[in-house]
T-cell receptor, first 113, second 114 residues
Framework: AQSVTQLGSHVSVSEGALVLLRCNYS??????LFWYVQYPNQGLQLLLK??????LVKGINGFEAEFKKSETSFHLTKPSAHMSDAAEYFC???????????FGRGTSLIVHP | DTGVSQNPRHKITKRGQNVTFRCDPI?????LYWYRQTLGQGPEFLTY????????KSRLLSDRFSAERPKGSFSTLEIQRTEQGDSAMYLC????????????FGPGTRLTVT
């Protein structure tokens, strides 16, 4: 079975501050992990993915995430928030031979000027 | 490559009516997925196709929901006898054979049942 927990339904940061969005997963086998971003009234866009290569994964728009097996975590970070980063962020896991992802409930990132 | 497209973008219907949504995936992608997303939640998987074969449909929400992909290209999702609880965003995504699971999403169809 696979599951994802995103801690914090809302995260608020000031422009220029560090962004940290938390994701913990549960998987009985080595997982594939993903972060997606969703802007209002749009579909999801892939930010980055972990597929068992490097544990530090760099994505688009300056985001990166680190896979930590011992902590079963895949937290998303960005050194300096921009107003345009305000959106909903979803963590997702695929494990085993499945092609069906399980998504977390999402974290809304709010960026203050 | 124009990405995944969905039509209509918005649908308002009265309770009890049938609705059908269309999804056109990225042309070289052989897998196509349907999700439902309600406010404050992540996408909830409904069903998926590999080419024209529907490989998983046990998570369709009820027998009022059905999906087709007759020629392995576009897909339709139909909801019969709509209920107010069906109001949600319906998302379609596609992925390529051999991909590591990443999916490309369309903009969604927002359904409102009055």
């Amino acid at each position: 079975a696979q599951s994802v927990t995103q801690l914090g339904s809302h995260v608020s940061v000031s422009e220029g501050a560090l962004v940290l969005l938390r994701c913990n997963y549960s998987s009985s086998v080595p997982p594939y992990l993903f972060w997606y971003v969703q802007y209002p009234n749009q579909g999801l866009q892939l930010l980055l993915k972990y597929t068992s290569a490097a544990t530090l994964v760099k994505g688009i728009n300056g985001f990166e995430a680190e896979f930590k097996k011992s902590e079963t975590s895949f937290h998303l970070t960005k050194p300096s928030a921009h107003m345009s980063d305000a959106a909903e962020y979803f963590c997702a896991v695929i494990s085993g031979g499945s092609y069906i992802p399980t998504f977390g409930r999402g974290t809304s990132l709010i960026v203050h000027p | 490559d124009t990405g995944v497209s969905q039509n209509p973008r918005h649908k308002i219907t009265k309770r009890g009516q049938n609705v059908t949504f269309r999804c056109d995936p990225i042309s070289e992608h052989n897998r196509l997925y349907w999700y439902r997303q309600t406010l404050g939640q992540g996408p909830e998987f409904l069903t998926y196709f590999q080419n024209e074969a529907q490989l998983e449909k046990s998570r369709l929400l009820s027998d009022r929901f059905s999906a087709e992909r007759p020629k392995g290209s576009f897909s339709t999702l139909e909801i019969q006898r709509t209920e107010q609880g069906d109001s949600a965003m319906y998302l379609c995504a596609s992925s390529e054979r051999g991909g590591r699971g990443e999916q490309y999403f369309g903009p969604g169809t927002r359904l409102t049942v009055t």
